[in-house]
């Protein structure tokens, strides 16, 4: 009888750790990185660094497509659309890559907008008063909206909404830098 109980009591010291460790095994949590460039059009009559009348304006720029690759992830992963269970934007970088002598001066917010096919467009990242002499503006992430359905998506669109109150230079190159973070439940 002794036997039979040592037997199940070192049975219980090997097994009962390795049950532990099947949740973290079960669940997928990882980031993808992504980066789009787009230029700012053209401004009628462009004289940079012109400064607007004391309100600015807005400015709207063109929707950027981004191809998300969630089905070769999903893949990776050995997961499926239905096992996700939330995927958030983590942050979210705008870069000014050329001129080289310009910054975000001109700005003084910026709301990044997410869309999909059939999905509605969606707040995701803002900054407001932005601050001067910055050639990188990381923009604060509205991490509680849950993007599963745009990510599954192959192709998601970026747009940013601005305010400005000058005239940024012609043909200025930004780069748009993101993290997605998606969590899968594999045991789910």
Same mark, same amino acid.
């Given at each position: 009888?002794r036997?039979i109980?040592?037997?199940?009591i070192?049975a219980?010291v090997f097994?009962l750790?390795s049950c532990i460790?099947v949740?973290p ?5 990882v980031?993808f990185?992504y980066?789009?460039q ?13 400064a607007?009348?004391?309100?600015g304006?807005a400015i709207?720029l063109?929707a950027v #497509? ?10 990776q992963?050995n997961?499926?659309?239905?096992k ?6 983590d942050s979210?970088?705008l870069?000014?890559?050329?001129p080289?002598?310009?910054?975000f001066?001109f700005l ?7 869309s ?6 969606v707040?995701?990242a803002?900054a407001?008063?932005?601050?001067k002499?910055q050639?990188?503006l990381?923009l604060?992430?509205m991490?509680?909206?849950n993007?599963k ?15 400005v109150?000058?005239? #940024?230079?012609?043909g200025?190159?930004l780069n748009?830098y993101?993290?997605?973070h998606?969590?899968a439940?594999l045991?789910g």
């Amino acid at each position: 009888m002794r036997k039979i109980a040592a037997s199940v009591i070192v049975a219980m010291v090997f097994i009962l750790p390795s049950c532990i460790k099947v949740n973290p095994l079960g669940n997928i949590n990882v980031k993808f990185p992504y980066s789009q460039q787009v230029t700012i059009p053209e401004v009628a009559g462009d004289t940079f660094g012109t400064a607007l009348p004391i309100a600015g304006i807005a400015i709207s720029l063109p929707a950027v #497509p981004m191809v998300t690759n969630s089905q070769q992830y999903i893949t990776q992963y050995n997961t499926s659309a239905s096992k996700i269970t939330s995927v958030d934007l983590d942050s979210f970088a705008l870069q000014i890559l050329s001129p080289g002598n310009q910054n975000f001066d001109f700005l003084d917010s910026v709301q990044l907008y997410i869309s999909a096919p059939s999905q509605p467009e969606v707040l995701v990242a803002y900054a407001y008063n932005v601050p001067k002499g910055q050639a990188t503006l990381n923009l604060t992430t509205m991490t509680n909206v849950n993007l599963k359905s745009y990510f599954i998506q192959d192709t998601v669109y970026l747009r940013l909404n601005t305010h400005v109150n000058a005239v #940024p230079a012609t043909g200025t190159q930004l780069n748009m830098y993101s993290v997605f973070h998606m969590l899968a439940d594999l045991l789910g």
